[in-house]
């Protein structure tokens, strides 16, 4: 299983982007996806998640009304649709993808994801 991320960038705060994560390797049905990002120095966390199995979301309260995330299962891929952007979302933005019996109070939990995306740095200027 492979996972690409894509569609990071510079960009002025309030201003948007959209992130990307597709998934190859073998068939994908009811997967939990997720983003992840990291800031210089500090630990990875969680941003937004989706269970395949039954459509829910979940976002990180510091994302949550600006952030976005969605599916496409055709193209067997993720995004993330960023709006409002500040500087404080500058990081590394990391996809990964989980078991399809992850249940919601384990999606935040780095340590239990099986694959990663290589990540893809957002830049949010003052």
């Known amino acids: 299983v492979q996972l690409q991320a894509s569609g990071g960038g510079l960009v002025q705060a309030g201003g948007s982007l959209r992130l990307s994560c597709a998934a190859s390797?073998?068939?994908?049905?009811?997967?939990?996806m997720s983003w992840f990002r990291q800031a210089p120095g500090k630990e990875r966390e969680f941003v937004a998640a989706l269970r395949r199995v039954n459509g829910n979301t979940y976002y990180a309260d510091s994302v949550k009304g600006r952030f976005t995330i969605s599916r496409d299962d055709a193209k067997n891929t993720v995004y993330l649709q960023m709006n409002s952007l500040k500087p404080e979302d500058t990081a590394v933005y990391y996809c990964?993808?989980?078991?399809?019996?992850?249940?919601?109070?384990?999606?935040?939990?780095?340590?239990?994801?099986?694959?990663w995306g290589q990540g893809t740095l957002v830049t949010v200027s003052s």
């Open positions: 390797g073998r068939t994908f049905s009811r997967e939990a």
């Open positions: 990964a993808m989980g078991s399809s019996g992850m249940i919601a109070s384990s999606l935040r939990t780095v340590g239990l994801y099986d694959y």
